[in-house]
Antibody
């Protein structure tokens, strides 16, 4: 059974950093691209970014709203994807979902339960 | 505001059919695959349709997807009360700031 479990969310002050982890199981992690999607309270879904599998270079793409502040990485030996969030802003407050796949090619076929990040002083 | 436009809400009676539109442009829907997601209250989204019209295993054939030009449509037949949810379309947008995008979401009410 495919499972994605996010961790690392919590309350953080504006300007600080936070790292989210997504621990995967039930599939060959290294074979898949991994994406992050967020949802602000009461709002719609927002794509954050994704990381390709090593077979496709392991490169990343980001939404304009987080580019230069957020970094996605992966450790295939541990089946973990990371979302490093720096220079956090209040508007980054959201539930962050880890997902498997590519939104525009094959879709995001598995989602974690999400982890809440609250940016507030 | 998203570059993909969805109606904020749609409604229909149990057993009926409903369609949800997702309107975009040549920089997104016109030249990329579209996927659709269902988000039941308080839960994570679930993939319903990928690559315009393909259903993942386990998704009933009551759900269908189509694309024509710069618009995509999600169809749901035989509506059930359990279909009450928010629905989102998504694709890649190759405009100046290339990125993936979701539509604003559509809330389905089964009357």
């Amino acid at each position: 059974e495919v499972q994605l479990v996010e961790s690392g969310g919590g309350l953080v002050q504006p300007g600080r950093s936070l790292r989210l982890s997504c621990t995967a199981s039930g599939f060959t992690f290294g074979d898949y691209a991994m994406s992050w999607v967020r949802q602000a309270p009461g709002k719609g879904l927002e794509w954050v970014g994704f990381i390709r599998s090593k077979a496709y270079g392991g490169t990343t793409e980001y939404a304009a709203s987080v580019k230069g502040r957020f970094t996605i990485s992966r450790d295939d030996s541990k089946s973990i994807a990371y979302l490093q969030m720096n220079s956090l802003k209040t508007e980054d407050t959201a539930v962050y979902y880890c997902t498997r796949g590519i939104l525009w090619f094959g879709g995001l076929d598995y989602w974690g339960q999400g982890t809440l990040v609250t940016v507030s002083s | 505001q998203s570059v993909l436009t969805q109606p904020p809400s749609v409604s229909a009676a149990p057993g009926q059919k409903v369609t949800i539109s997702c309107s975009g442009s040549s920089s997104n829907i016109g030249n990329n695959y579209v996927s659709w997601y269902q988000q039941l209250p308080g839960t994570a989204p679930k993939l319903l349709i990928y690559d315009n019209n393909k259903r993942p295993s386990g998704i009933p054939d009551r759900f269908s997807g189509s694309k024509s030009g710069t618009s995509a449509t999600l169809g749901i037949t035989g509506l059930q009360t359990g279909d009450e949810a928010d629905y989102y379309c998504g694709t890649w947008d190759s405009s100046l700031s290339a990125h993936a995008v979701f539509g604003g979401g559509t809330q389905l009410t089964v009357l």
